[in-house]
């Protein structure tokens, strides 16, 4: 069965840069969340699309932008990238249009800020 | 807000011999309640769910969880362990009804390392 696909799988930034993380959800799910996992932690929340439209907002630091596409994609725009990004990157992916449904989750981007 | 407690942060298992990890919440509203595995530099891997309904709920690779209510509990069990169950292991918990929307995101514990040992 078709899963969920993040690119990049790995990226190496410098402070200040910028990054753009892309999710691919599977096919016919409406939704997509993000989510960040710092070494050692559980993964925190940051914000969720659906039908294209921001639905929920966890810890997403301001100089972070995410949104969702016509094609259901979804790109995590990060700025002014600091040491402390460095992190697993997850994408998950949910049909809620017939009830809150599981989240899939892909493989993630880990970022690596220098 | 909503919370998830894992007691424990490293579970020992003998192969062959039954496991329990343990996970209580905390959420205003309906509970709808996950376990997630995660082995070394791979994504989570979806295990169950509890929505409602029955309180026993049986997932992927022979786990299962039971949800208590009065204990606000949803402990993840296996009866017989293997060594490829070692890994770690996420509860999480959203809310839906009155205070939660259909995308709301997962608030997870802080994950049990399980060691299944040969």
């Known amino acids: 069965a078709a899963g969920v696909i993040q690119s990049p799988r790995h990226l190496i930034k410098e402070k200040r840069e910028t990054a753009t993380l892309k999710c691919y959800p599977i096919?016919?799910?409406?939704?997509v969340y993000w989510y960040q996992q710092g070494p050692g932690q559980d993964p925190q929340f940051l914000i969720s699309?659906?039908?294209?439209?921001?639905?929920d907002k966890g810890s997403i630091p301001d100089r972070f932008s995410a949104q969702q596409f016509s094609d259901y994609h979804s790109e995590l725009n990060m700025s002014s990238l600091e040491l402390g990004d460095s992190a697993l990157y997850f994408c998950?992916?949910?049909?809620?249009?017939?009830?809150?449904?599981?989240?899939?989750f892909g493989p993630g981007t880990r970022l690596l800020v220098l | 807000a909503q919370s998830v407690a894992q007691p424990e942060d490293q579970v020992n298992v003998a192969e062959g011999n039954p496991l329990t990890v343990k996970c209580t919440y905390s959420?205003?509203?309906?509970?709808?309640l996950f376990w997630y595995v995660q082995y070394p530099n791979r994504g989570l891997q979806f295990l169950l769910k509890y929505i409602t309904g029955d309180n026993l709920v049986k997932g992927s690779y022979g786990f299962e969880a039971e949800f208590n209510k009065s204990q606000t509990s949803f402990h993840l069990k296996k009866p017989s362990a293997l060594v490829s169950d070692s890994a770690l292991y996420f509860c999480a918990v959203r809310s839906w009804g009155y205070s939660g929307g259909g995308a709301d995101g997962l608030t997870f514990g802080k994950g049990t390392h399980l060691i299944i040992q040969p």
């Open positions: 998950a992916s949910s049909l809620v249009a017939g009830g809150p449904e599981t989240q899939y």
């Open positions: 959420v205003s509203g309906n509970p709808y």
């Open positions: 096919p016919r799910h409406d939704t």
């Open positions: 699309f659906y039908e294209k439209m921001q639905s």
